[in-house]
Nanobody
Framework: QVQLVESGGGLVQPGGSLRLSCAAS????????MAWYRQAPGKERDLVAT???????NYADSVKGRFTISRDNAKNTVYLQMNNLKPEDTAVYYC???????????????WGQGTQVTVSS
């Protein structure tokens, strides 16, 4: 089993910045792609950004140029630096990781508990 723990959410004014962190823990797993999703009230959960374990990244069009995803593979941690935040970025942000068990060879998808980001003046 892999556990994902997110931190770094909060309230910020438009134009401000926040940095989210997500640390993965669990024995005998290899973490592959890690990603950030977000879900605004009444809306579906949408992909924000992904980062592979070779540090290849991908972004939703709505956050390109403002958000940066990065990874520390030694710590199994993924970060999301969010700059120039807008009210429409308000959502619960979820960390996601796919991991392969060294014991079974099975790949499973894991989710964090979510962290609230509110952008408001």
């Amino acid at each position: 089993q892999v556990q994902l723990v997110e931190s770094g959410g909060g309230l910020v004014q438009p134009g401000g910045s926040l940095r989210l962190s997500c640390a993965a823990s669990g024995a005998r797993f290899r973490i592959n792609t890690m990603a950030w999703y977000r879900q605004a009230p009444g809306k579906e959960r949408d992909l924000v950004a992904t980062a592979t374990n070779s540090r290849s990244t991908n972004y939703a069009d709505s956050v390109k140029g403002r958000f940066t995803i990065s990874r520390d593979n030694a710590k199994n941690t993924v970060y999301l630096q969010m700059n120039n935040l807008k009210p429409e970025d308000t959502a619960v942000y979820y960390c996601n990781a796919d991991a392969v068990s060294y014991v079974t060879g099975r790949t499973d998808l894991y989710w964090g508990q979510g962290t609230q980001v509110t952008v408001s003046s």
